[in-house]
């Protein structure tokens, strides 16, 4: 029963910075180690999209739209998975997701809205 909780997000203007951040629960920090953690986001009428994923061993990668900008670490001792968002503009308006993966296990956040404006 892993439970990840996201926090972190609000209102930014426009090409400011915001840091999310996403706390594991109901895991030994050891088994957090073999997790790939990722960021996804999500927008009314568009489908949820991965902005950034991390394995255990720091290995990243992104979309497009956020090489950059967007930054995701994480920390297996602590077990949190970050992700630091700069230069941010009106397309990264969205709900944010963490979300963890374990072979055949997903486990996703509640979500946290980050609005952007000029």
């Known amino acids: 029963q892993v439970q990840l909780v996201e926090s972190g997000g609000g209102s930014v203007q426009l090409g400011g910075s915001l840091r999310l951040s996403c706390e594991a629960s109901?895991?030994?920090?050891?088994?957090?180690?073999?997790?790939?953690m990722a960021w996804y986001r999500q927008v009314p009428g568009k489908q949820r999209e991965m902005v950034a994923e991390?394995?255990?061993?720091?290995?990243?990668r992104y979309i497009d739209s956020v090489k950059g900008r967007f930054t995701i670490s994480r920390d297996n001792y602590k077990k949190m998975v970050w992700l630091q968002m700069t230069s941010l503009n009106s397309e990264d308006t969205a709900v944010y997701y963490c979300?963890?993966?374990?072979?055949?296990?997903?486990?996703w956040g509640q979500g946290t809205q980050v609005t952007v404006s000029s």
């Open positions: 979300w963890r993966k374990w072979g055949s296990m997903v486990v």
């Open positions: 109901g895991v030994i920090g050891g088994s957090f180690r073999a997790f790939i």
């Open positions: 991390i394995t255990g061993d720091d290995k990243t």
